[in-house]
Every structure is written in C-alpha cells, then in structure tokens.
C-alpha cells in the first residue's frame, strides 16, 4: 500500500524563539495548503502506560484511537510522529495549521486553516490539557 507523503518546501526550523524550536514560513502559504504528511508510530497501550509516560517523550506523542480487534472496541494510546509534527508548537489564539489523522495508513495530515504570512510561526492547538502554562 503507496502512501503518498508531503512537505512543503516553504518552511524552517527556527531555534532559540519564546517557545524553543518551531516551523515557521519562508514565503506566504494559502489556505488549504498540506503543510505535512507525518508518519506515526502507534504505541502498544500497556507499554505507553508503563514506560513512555514516565518519559519526555510523552510530552511529543498524540492521542490515538487503537481499535481492539477482540473486544471490537477503541482502545486509547498515544502515537509518536515522525515528521514535523512534533515540532509545531501551541497556539489557542493564533493557531493557522489543522490536523486529521488518517488511522488506516498511520499519518497525520496537516494543512493550513488560513492564509500564513511569511516569517509567521506555524502553531497547531494542543487541545485544552495543556502540561505546561498556555503562552496565549
């Protein structure tokens, strides 16, 4: 099964910003655009339980919908994604980058809800449990 993956060539990793690392824009990006296409690795739901939530990586993985073959119901774990998915960080307010998760193929899609200006950070929302003081 080909599963087409995409970046877009108009982004950076910029170091050292008020929030660490993030992507930001290197040219103006329309709305709609598919900014990502991001592996994930779904973790085993007792092995997350026992070790990577104990770990800094919890705090980079996603929610993820497992279903349970036996029992025919979803199960919840947490995947870990591969691509810059993992870089994007918080915004409530100013967030421009929506993501859908596509459970059959393992990825996440991310594209631009609005219009982002070159230079703009790009900013998905974390959802409201946030583990660290929401900057917005």
């Not at 910003?17 to 690795?41: C, H, Q």
């Not at 918080?90 to 200006?117: C, F, K, M, P």
Request: aromatic share 8%; hydrophobic share 35%; glycine share 6%.
């Amino acid at each position: 099964n080909n599963i087409p993956l995409h970046q877009s060539p108009f982004l950076h990793l910029r170091a050292g910003t008020a929030k660490g690392r993030g992507i930001f824009a290197s040219r103006k990006i329309p709305s709609g655009t598919v900014i990502d296409t991001s592996p994930v690795l779904v973790l085993d739901p007792k092995e997350n339980a026992a070790y990577i939530e104990k770990t800094v990586l919890y705090h980079y993985t996603y929610n993820w919908p497992l279903p349970d073959r036996l029992s025919q119901k979803m199960l919840k774990t947490q995947a870990v994604v591969l691509g810059l998915g993992s870089m994007f960080n918080h915004s409530t307010r100013r967030q421009n980058i929506g993501w859908t998760r596509d459970l059959e193929n393992e990825v996440i899609i991310y594209r631009a809800l609005r219009d982002i200006d070159q230079g703009e950070e790009l900013c998905i929302s974390y959802g409201s449990r946030l583990t660290f003081v929401d900057a917005d």
